[in-house]
């Protein structure tokens, strides 16, 4: 293990514990903002590495960089009914107990005048404001990574120029990329006397405008001559080709062949080209489709995590990674030689963009104990509070989540075993990013 995959790994910890620590302040800032009162600002779970109070919060970073939270007095309401001065029957039933145990806990930090500093107290809208804070900082995070990434760097564009990779001989589409025989045929390009770094500008008098077009015109065209535009050191000619049929990978679906379609031979040439704003939004709205669809699949692709775990199975490129997967990512992106550095930090940043955006998407996700429970118990508060305006009813009280703890614990006994498995999986089948 070379000393750049261990620093790959490290500036990959440093900077998810950056994205932790910025979600962490989405919560804080507007929960100041409205007065509750925060007695703990961490980011890390476990033993606590250093600390420092300042007023009445205690910031602080802890040994295990997988998490982070603030501590929040009065999450939980007492129980209806209860009389602070005097004792409480004891609780029947294991989930009655639990979950008065839970109030007990959500009440021991609140101090004489602190009944308006509670969360539980405060108007339902400052609660969705306060929980969405997390989720909405990675999400903005993620944008403006993405931003840098795409409009500072810009993205591998594929341009109508012959590359120098592209093979002078017909290679079969069911035959992997290998060097030319001296039995295959040459290639239509080859035979026309086409060579590296021609750009191709017109087909048969038709203007080429990128290389989706060329591929697109050769293709429908089919086998039979025609006259290809090009600039070679700045001069403009023609060629004379005899395109040739054969059977391609779509260019929608590689999976799937096309049939007897035009093939001329050559291979484009990728330029990074900077994109605007406008295309930062529809990048990062592609992404987010495919990451939601990726959580409704989320049991199926836990299942294949399993059998890649314990069974020897190919790890699936498109599933789910944990923290220790993404660390050893960075670390092979550092420790790769067949990158540039400018490819590094690039990859780098899509790398910690998607992380973030994972991470903001499934924190929405209503249930708790994600953010995005809390979020629901807000709205539902709110929608309940208009519905009694409305009918000209009392003012019903606070929505209580304490009653649906079993469930909550429930639910993070799943998301332990899950982010368990993960951690198993990245050690002993992670995925590679050099395939």
Not at 11 to 39: C, D, N
Request: glycine share 12%; proline share 7%; net charge positive.
């Amino acid at each position: 293990m070379s000393w750049l995959y261990i620093a790959g790994i490290v500036v990959f910890v440093l900077g998810l514990m950056a994205s932790i620590a910025l979600h962490e302040i989405g919560h804080l800032v507007p929960a100041k903002l409205f007065g509750v009162r925060v007695t703990q600002y961490m980011v890390g779970f476990g033993g606590t590495m250093w600390s420092k109070k300042k007023g009445e919060t205690e910031y602080g970073i802890k040994w295990i960089p997988f998490g982070g939270y603030i501590r929040m007095i009065g999450m939980l309401p007492p129980r209806p009914g209860d009389d602070p001065t005097r004792l409480r029957r004891a609780s029947t039933g294991p989930f009655q107990g639990l979950i008065d145990t839970a109030r007990d806990v959500a009440q021991e930090e609140v101090r004489p005048g602190d009944e308006d500093r509670v969360f539980y107290r405060k108007k339902w809208w400052q609660k969705v404001i306060i929980m969405s804070g997390g989720p909405l900082m990675n999400l903005v995070l993620a944008f403006i990574l993405f931003a840098v990434l795409l409009m500072g760097f810009g993205l591998p564009t594929p341009k109508p120029i012959v590359s120098p990779l592209t093979a002078t001989c017909v290679i079969p589409a069911n035959q992997p990329i290998r060097p030319c025989k001296p039995t295959d045929r040459p290639t239509p390009a080859a035979k026309a006397g086409m060579k590296v770094g021609d750009q191709l500008v017109t087909f048969n008098g038709a203007k080429i405008t990128s290389w989706d077009d060329t591929t697109k015109k050769i293709r429908s065209h089919g086998a039979g001559p025609v006259k290809i535009g090009i600039v070679r050191d700045g001069k403009p000619m023609t060629l004379d080709v005899t395109l040739i049929s054969q059977d391609r990978p779509a260019i929608d679906d590689p999976k799937r062949i096309e049939k007897n379609v035009g093939f001329l031979g050559v291979g484009p040439t990728e330029v990074y080209e900077t994109q605007s704003l406008g295309s930062v939004v529809g990048y990062m709205g592609d992404l987010t489709g495919r990451v939601a669809q990726s959580m409704l699949n989320l049991p199926q692709k836990m299942v294949g995590v399993w059998n890649a775990a314990f069974s020897g199975h190919e790890r699936d490129r498109e599933g789910p990674v944990g923290v220790v997967g993404a660390g050893r990512m960075g670390g092979e992106i550092l420790a790769s030689e067949a990158l540039s550095d400018r490819e590094k930090i690039m990859i780098f940043l899509n790398l910690l963009a998607g992380f973030n955006l994972a991470i903001g998407m499934f924190n929405l996700i209503p249930l708790l104990p994600l953010d995005g429970g809390h979020i629901a118990g807000g709205l539902w508060e709110g929608l309940k509070r208009a519905y009694a305006r409305v009918m000209r009813r009392p003012e019903p009280s606070y929505v209580d989540i304490a009653k649906v703890l079993p469930l909550t614990y429930a639910l993070a006994m799943v998301m332990i075993v899950m982010a368990g498995l993960l951690v198993y999986a990245d050690l002993v089948n992670p995925i590679r990013l050099s395939g």
